[in-house]
């Protein structure tokens, strides 16, 4: 599967939209991109996916560019909940591995 | 739904002691993951079953680590004997085996072996 990178931290204010940002510059075809983030002290959660189309549910958006080498979530109203590290994963249909990298630490600020 | 459920969520044991961590799937899921976390690796798979048949083993770190799934609704993963090393948070996932869906994670057992 591609490897991602992810910038190590960001913070946002209480209320604004969070962008948080994904490159995936050696994504193949038939590999979708993933979201989880985890919250202290609980198992990932499961945000998102999508393949080349953008994406939106109730608890945020996918924004994949055109080339698919890079995507952005956004989470449009962030709350002090929304605090936690931003998993963005490449993982192939037929393959059951996700792999992990270090992630997005996000703070949400008051 | 009352999603992926993991006991203990905490356990503390001495060096060389038998350890049983227990996960309950989600109704319906076929596929069940079991995951280690420590600071220094991050997220691993250990092991990986589908229909209740292991699939991929080749996460579990040596001959001390076993996992069962004796039915859909029940797994364990049992570390005898337990060394220091093992200390981490140990996550149950699992996943309706459809394509792209996504893996639901139990709030995991954080082991202590002292």
């Given at each position: 599967d591609a490897k991602t990178t992810q910038p190590p931290s960001m913070d946002c204010a209480e209320g604004r939209a969070a962008n948080l940002p994904c490159n995936?510059?050696?994504?193949?075809?038939?590999e979708y991109v993933y979201w989880y983030r985890q919250i202290h002290s609980q198992g990932p959660q499961y945000i998102i996916h999508g393949l080349k189309n953008n994406e939106t549910n109730e608890m945020a958006s996918l924004i994949i560019t055109e080339d698919r080498k890079s995507s952005t979530l956004i989470l449009p109203h962030a709350t002090l909940r929304d605090t936690a590290v931003y998993y963005c994963i490449v993982r192939a249909?037929?393959?059951?591995q996700l792999i992990w990298g270090a992630g997005t630490k996000l703070i949400i600020k008051p | 739904d009352a999603g992926v459920i993991q006991s203990p969520r905490h356990e503390v044991t001495e060096m060389g002691q038998e350890v049983t961590l227990r996960c309950k799937p989600i109704s319906g899921h076929n596929s069940l993951f079991w995951y280690r976390q420590t600071m220094m690796r991050g997220l691993e798979l250990l092991i990986y079953f589908n229909n209740n048949v292991p699939?991929?083993?080749?996460?579990?770190?040596?001959?001390r680590f076993s996992a069962k799934m004796p039915n859909a609704s029940f797994s364990t993963l049992k570390i005898q004997?337990?060394?220091?090393?093992?200390s981490a948070v140990y996550f149950c996932a699992s996943s309706s085996?459809?394509?792209n869906s996504p893996l639901h994670f139990g709030n995991g057992t954080r082991l202590t072996v002292t």
């Amino acid at each position: 599967d591609a490897k991602t990178t992810q910038p190590p931290s960001m913070d946002c204010a209480e209320g604004r939209a969070a962008n948080l940002p994904c490159n995936h510059s050696t994504i193949s075809g038939n590999e979708y991109v993933y979201w989880y983030r985890q919250i202290h002290s609980q198992g990932p959660q499961y945000i998102i996916h999508g393949l080349k189309n953008n994406e939106t549910n109730e608890m945020a958006s996918l924004i994949i560019t055109e080339d698919r080498k890079s995507s952005t979530l956004i989470l449009p109203h962030a709350t002090l909940r929304d605090t936690a590290v931003y998993y963005c994963i490449v993982r192939a249909n037929s393959n059951y591995q996700l792999i992990w990298g270090a992630g997005t630490k996000l703070i949400i600020k008051p | 739904d009352a999603g992926v459920i993991q006991s203990p969520r905490h356990e503390v044991t001495e060096m060389g002691q038998e350890v049983t961590l227990r996960c309950k799937p989600i109704s319906g899921h076929n596929s069940l993951f079991w995951y280690r976390q420590t600071m220094m690796r991050g997220l691993e798979l250990l092991i990986y079953f589908n229909n209740n048949v292991p699939i991929d083993d080749s996460g579990m770190p040596e001959d001390r680590f076993s996992a069962k799934m004796p039915n859909a609704s029940f797994s364990t993963l049992k570390i005898q004997p337990s060394e220091p090393r093992d200390s981490a948070v140990y996550f149950c996932a699992s996943s309706s085996g459809q394509p792209n869906s996504p893996l639901h994670f139990g709030n995991g057992t954080r082991l202590t072996v002292t």
